[in-house]
C-alpha cells in the first residue's frame, strides 16, 4: 500500500488549496477513503471521507461548507478542495484508505500552514 499526497503550503486566511493523494497497490475503487490530519500536538483527527464510489462523503462539522472531498478512481487519485482556510486548519494533512468506519493505512502527509 501506497499512499503520497501533495498540494500542501503556506496560504494566507481565507485563501484556498487542493490536496491530492495519489494511492497505488491496492484496489483504490474497493476502498473508503479518507483525509485525517494532526497538528502541532495534537492527535490525528479525521476531516472526511468518501465512499468507494465517491456517492456518498461524510465531513467533520469543523471543515463542513468549507471543504469537498472527490475521488478519480480511473487515476487512482483523491482530492481535498480546501476553502476559506483558517489559521487553525494549520496541520500534517494524509489520505489514508479503509472501510465505512475506520482507516488502517495512511500515507506520510503534506503540510498546509495558513498565516498571514
Known amino acids: 500500500v501506497q499512499l503520497v499526497e501533495s498540494g500542501g503550503g503556506l496560504v494566507q486566511p481565507g485563501g484556498s488549496l487542493r490536496l491530492s493523494c495519489a494511492a497505488s497497490?491496492?484496489?483504490?475503487?474497493?476502498?473508503?477513503m479518507y483525509w485525517v490530519r494532526q497538528a502541532p500536538g495534537k492527535g490525528l483527527e479525521w476531516v472526511s471521507r468518501?465512499?468507494?464510489?465517491?456517492?456518498?462523503?461524510y465531513y467533520a462539522d469543523f471543515v463542513k461548507g468549507r471543504f469537498t472531498i472527490s475521488r478519480d478512481n480511473a487515476k487512482n487519485t483523491l482530492y481535498l478542495q480546501m476553502n476559506s482556510l483558517k489559521p487553525e486548519d494549520t496541520a500534517l494533512y494524509s489520505c489514508?484508505?479503509?472501510?465505512?468506519?475506520?482507516?488502517?493505512?495512511w500515507g506520510q502527509g503534506t503540510q498546509v500552514t495558513v498565516s498571514s
Open positions: 497497490g491496492f484496489t483504490f475503487s474497493s476502498y473508503w
Open positions: 489514508a484508505r479503509g472501510d465505512s468506519r475506520e482507516y488502517d493505512y
Open positions: 468518501i465512499s468507494s464510489r465517491g456517492g456518498i462523503t
